[in-house]
């Protein structure tokens, strides 16, 4: 970290040395002590122990430290109204580099200078706040890190990032490739390191850290296993049965998540299962839900649970992968939605301890059969649920979720009272009902696109071709006036090509898409053929070979 001022350098001075006094204090025991003896033989001089090799500590989280022109800092903003009206003023420009504006959709109606720079062009040019710059030849990306990567090593990028000054930029995914770009452009990136957020990904330190917060996972056992029996082995010392889940740490739930309840299904996953870390779970009767907070220098504030759409075949070829979200006020039951929140500022309070601070998700279980809440995955960015949250955050009157993740990475004070806002945010009347999907290409067909729904809004159309027409303009869903409108973001565009498990578009409309039973709503199914009814293919020939690689969908919850 930058040292602003001499006094700040002092400062870092001392706590290093007083940690190295705790360290030492720590470290010397009895048998550390020399013990001074008479004696008539000729003294032996004695070489010095060598010093014992130093343990890494935890960094310790504190807020950052400001030096202002003048030397007198401004007064801290207190409360929503003064940081709304900070944001509405705000002169740092803020980037938002990924491949599509999809997760941070509509920040820019709160935030002054909050710009995207993305790979796909979702709106033809008419969003005033989006640059996408011109692909000459365009290349074909494994991760999104690959893609803002590519953006940040653009000259059109490079070129606009300088011309506005600088600023920070905000990530889906980044890597240190990412943070060098971003440094040489002049941009500082509003996120922990990347490698502090990478150890924190994986499956098995999330689960090692929640059960230290007093979070619990479903029963399982950690350890690796090269046979069938191997794995059966390793669950029997934890007594979790044989009908298994079993991950592997990182990836999309729906590619590294294992259903093993039997030698065939074993042999189906082998290949990706040997070799690695896992995570060896009972299996359970559950209902997945996800919640986002933001861990921040006052406490960790909590946004709204949300149930999950996971593994339709109307909507991705990936079982068990997520593919949309439902807010609503009723999401699981009182009792389960408490110990979520409660869950996640406790988890928020030990991810400070590492030294992560901003804006994180955690996916939760709710055992149908024993009433128990269970910690599923850490997710320790902004996430595809984020739209929800957001959106969501406005019909609180409050202000995004996101804002308070933005605060953490400018060069402001601020006061907020964290308690009384969870509080608010925890009561069922303040949440509005909203719901999203993200669709995928589903079927087992590859063909090149010649004409694609655009972006904005559209209406359920009984008349219309496919049940659906064209509304209106828009660059996002604040407008949405009923459930029979919805905001369509397009993916996939005239000219590119359809694939198992490309990703077509996502769609955002009020009230629910999933039923209490866990079956999509005939609204939802309504919607899904309707867009998908939108698009005109036609077959390529035998020797022409689309640019795509074997259909692999990006992480988990991304887009």
Same mark, same amino acid.
């Given at each position: 970290?930058?040292?602003?001022?001499?006094?700040?350098?002092?400062?870092?001075?001392?706590?290093?040395?007083?940690?190295?006094?705790?360290?030492?204090?720590?470290?010397?025991?009895?048998?550390?002590?020399?013990?001074?003896?008479?004696?008539?033989?000729?003294?032996?001089?004695?070489?010095?122990?060598?010093?014992?090799?130093?343990?890494?500590?935890?960094?310790?989280?504190?807020?950052?430290?400001?030096?202002?022109?003048?030397?007198?800092?401004?007064?801290?903003?207190?409360?929503?109204?003064?940081?709304?009206?900070?944001?509405?003023?705000?002169?740092?420009?803020?980037?938002?580099?990924?491949?599509?504006?999809?997760?941070?959709?509509?920040?820019?109606?709160?935030?002054?200078?909050?710009?995207?720079?993305?790979?796909?062009?979702?709106?033809?040019?008419?969003?005033?706040?989006?640059?996408?710059?011109?692909?000459?030849?365009?290349?074909?990306?494994?991760?999104?890190?690959?893609?803002?990567?590519?953006?940040?090593?653009?000259?059109?990028?490079?070129?606009?990032?300088?011309?506005?000054?600088?600023?920070?930029?905000?990530?889906?995914?980044?890597?240190?490739?990412?943070?060098?770009?971003?440094?040489?452009?002049?941009?500082?990136?509003?996120?922990?390191?990347?490698?502090?957020?990478?150890?924190?990904?994986?499956?098995?330190?999330?689960?090692?850290?929640?059960?230290?917060?007093?979070?619990?996972?479903?029963?399982?056992?950690?350890?690796?296993?090269?046979?069938?029996?191997?794995?059966?082995?390793?669950?029997?010392?934890?007594?979790?049965?044989?009908?298994? =889940?079993?991950?592997?740490? &990182? *990836? $999309?739930?729906?590619?590294?998540? @294992?259903?093993?309840?039997?030698?065939? %299904?074993? !042999?189906?996953?082998?290949?990706?299962?040997?070799?690695?870390?896992?995570?060896?779970?009972?299996?359970?009767?559950?209902?997945?839900?996800?919640?986002?907070?933001?861990?921040?220098?006052?406490?960790?504030?909590?946004?709204?649970?949300?149930?999950?759409?996971?593994?339709?075949?109307?909507?991705?070829?990936?079982?068990?992968?997520?593919?949309?979200?439902?807010?609503?006020?009723?999401?699981?039951?009182?009792?389960?939605?408490?110990?979520?929140?409660?869950?996640?500022?406790?988890?928020?309070?030990?991810?400070?301890?590492?030294?992560?601070?901003?804006?994180?998700?955690?996916?939760?279980?709710?055992?149908?059969?024993?009433?128990?809440?269970?910690?599923?995955?850490?997710?320790?960015?902004?996430?595809?649920?984020?739209?929800?949250?957001? =959106?969501?955050?406005?019909? &609180? *009157? $409050?202000?995004?979720?996101?804002? @308070?993740?933005?605060?953490?990475?400018? %060069?402001? !004070?601020?006061?907020?009272?964290?308690?009384?806002?969870?509080?608010?945010?925890?009561?069922?009347?303040?949440?509005?009902?909203?719901?999203?999907?993200?669709?995928?290409?589903?079927?087992?067909?590859?063909?090149?696109?010649?004409?694609?729904?655009?972006?904005?809004?559209?209406?359920?159309?009984?008349?219309?071709?496919?049940?659906?027409?064209?509304?209106?303009?828009?660059?996002?869903?604040?407008?949405?006036?009923?459930?029979?409108?919805?905001?369509?973001?397009?993916?996939?565009?005239?000219?590119?090509?359809?694939?198992?498990?490309?990703?077509?578009?996502?769609?955002?409309?009020?009230?629910?898409?999933?039923?209490?039973?866990?079956?999509?709503?005939?609204?939802?199914?309504?919607?899904?053929?309707?867009?998908?009814?939108?698009?005109?293919?036609?077959?390529?020939?035998?020797?022409?070979?689309?640019?795509?690689?074997?259909?692999?969908?990006?992480?988990?919850?991304?887009?």
């Amino acid at each position: 970290m930058k040292a602003r001022t001499l006094a700040l350098l002092g400062i870092v001075l001392a706590l290093i040395g007083a940690a190295a006094a705790r360290l030492q204090r720590r470290r010397t025991t009895a048998t550390d002590v020399p013990v001074a003896t008479e004696t008539a033989v000729a003294p032996v001089v004695v070489e010095p122990a060598p010093e014992p090799e130093p343990v890494p500590e935890r960094p310790v989280y504190a807020p950052p430290v400001r030096a202002f022109a003048g030397g007198a800092a401004p007064a801290p903003l207190r409360g929503i109204s003064e940081i709304r009206r900070f944001f509405r003023t705000n002169r740092t420009p803020i980037w938002f580099v990924s491949a599509t504006p999809f997760n941070l959709l509509g920040i820019d109606r709160w935030v002054r200078n909050f710009s995207y720079l993305n790979y796909y062009d979702s709106f033809d040019g008419s969003h005033p706040n989006v640059f996408v710059p011109e692909h000459v030849a365009p290349p074909t990306f494994d991760s999104i890190e690959e893609i803002c990567n590519y953006l940040l090593g653009h000259k059109e990028v490079i070129d606009r990032v300088k011309a506005s000054g600088g600023g920070k930029a905000v990530f889906l995914m980044f890597d240190g490739e990412t943070e060098r770009l971003a440094r040489e452009a002049g941009l500082e990136v509003a996120f922990p390191p990347a490698e502090l957020r990478n150890r924190l990904d994986s499956k098995i330190v999330t689960t090692q850290l929640g059960d230290e917060a007093g979070v619990p996972s479903v029963p399982n056992i950690l350890g690796h296993a090269a046979t069938y029996e191997e794995l059966l082995a390793l669950a029997n010392t934890r007594g979790i049965g044989t009908d298994l =889940v079993v991950q592997t740490p &990182y *990836g $999309d739930s729906g590619q590294t998540t @294992f259903f093993v309840a039997s030698v065939d %299904d074993w !042999d189906e996953n082998e290949g990706k299962i040997v070799g690695q870390e896992l995570k060896v779970m009972k299996r359970i009767n559950c209902r997945e839900a996800a919640i986002e907070g933001v861990i921040t220098r006052h406490g960790t504030l909590v946004g709204p649970l949300m149930t999950e759409l996971t593994g339709f075949p109307e909507l991705t070829p990936y079982g068990g992968g997520w593919c949309g979200n439902d807010v609503f006020a009723g999401a699981l039951s009182e009792e389960h939605r408490l110990q979520a929140r409660a869950f996640t500022q406790q988890m928020g309070d030990r991810l400070r301890e590492e030294g992560y601070r901003g804006y994180f998700e955690l996916d939760f279980l709710a055992d149908m059969d024993t009433g128990e809440m269970w910690l599923g995955e850490l997710n320790p960015r902004v996430t595809g649920a984020s739209s929800m949250t957001n =959106v969501t955050a406005v019909a &609180y *009157g $409050d202000m995004p979720l996101f804002l @308070f993740h933005l605060l953490e990475f400018l %060069d402001v !004070d601020y006061e907020v009272d964290v308690a009384e806002l969870n509080a608010g945010w925890a009561q069922p009347s303040a949440i509005d009902e909203w719901a999203q999907f993200i669709l995928k290409d589903t079927a087992d067909v590859v063909e090149l696109i010649t004409e694609a729904p655009r972006s904005g809004i559209w209406k359920l159309d009984p008349e219309a071709h496919g049940g659906i027409s064209f509304a209106r303009e828009a660059t996002d869903w604040h407008t949405i006036a009923s459930e029979d409108e919805a905001f369509y973001l397009r993916i996939a565009q005239a000219g590119g090509y359809r694939y198992p498990g490309a990703d077509i578009g996502i769609l955002v409309t009020r009230g629910r898409l999933q039923t209490d039973d866990h079956e999509l709503t005939d609204r939802a199914r309504t919607w899904i053929n309707g867009i998908k009814r939108q698009f005109l293919t036609v077959p390529i020939g035998k020797d022409e070979a689309p640019p795509v690689r074997e259909p692999e969908p990006f992480s988990f919850k991304m887009l």
